[in-house]
């Protein structure tokens, strides 16, 4: 069986390293090779681009529009926030109704269409990236200490709140990323997020968190 390259656009460097160091050690042994590419937001005339964030739809569409014309690869794909989208991003201004789920799926299929590659696959992380470690609250305490257990405790409860990390809510004072930092202004997601990811490992993201579960499958199935 011949190795599959799949292009990954990345909302920033920590999704960047989730790739390089979680996601492409998990996919290799089903001969996939995944390549992750961080959103230009901006490209001055001298010097490097700027790269991290999604603050417009343009770029996320020039960008995996500059992917799929690598026709080597197999499949290109995303993992970019649900949490802040840009309102000009495909279908985010229709009503929709029902869960997040339903929400997230419309779209993904919106985006799907815009794009019109029967190679793309995309996909929105549900809410944030910060909800796949609250999968395994603890973890999130050691690189900060947490010799009572208070602070487990506390983001325990957050967790608990909802059937899966992927429902943590979507606002900006309880989005995921707010609900670490109220405890430890020092948290970094570049720094400590990637970190608490590797302990956490993907089996336990993916029992957990069905959507992160189906787009996993579907890039082990490429």
Known sequence: MSWRRVLVLVE??????????????????HQV?????????????????????????????????????????????????????????????????????ARVSHLEQALAEDIGSHRFVPYLQVHEFEALLFVQPQSITHPFGDPSGQFARRLQAARDTFRSPEEIDNEPETCPHRRIRDIYPGFSKKLHGPMIAQEIGIEAMRRECSHFNEWLSRLEAV
Not at 12 to 29: D, I, M, N, S, Y
Not at 44 to 72: M, Q
Request: glycine share 6%.
């Open 33 to 101: 090779q995944l390549r992750p590419t961080i959103v230009e937001t901006k490209r001055p005339a001298a010097g490097p681009p700027f790269k991290g964030g999604v603050t417009k739809y343009s770029h996320v569409k020039r960008d995996l529009k500059y992917l799929l014309h690598d026709t080597d690869a197999a499949i290109i794909t995303t993992m970019l926030d649900y949490y802040a989208l840009p309102e000009d991003f495909p279908g985010y201004c229709e009503a929709i109704s029902g869960d997040y789920a």
């Open 12 to 29: 920033g460097q920590t999704e960047e390293l989730f790739v390089k160091r979680l996601l492409a050690p998990h996919l290799a042994p």
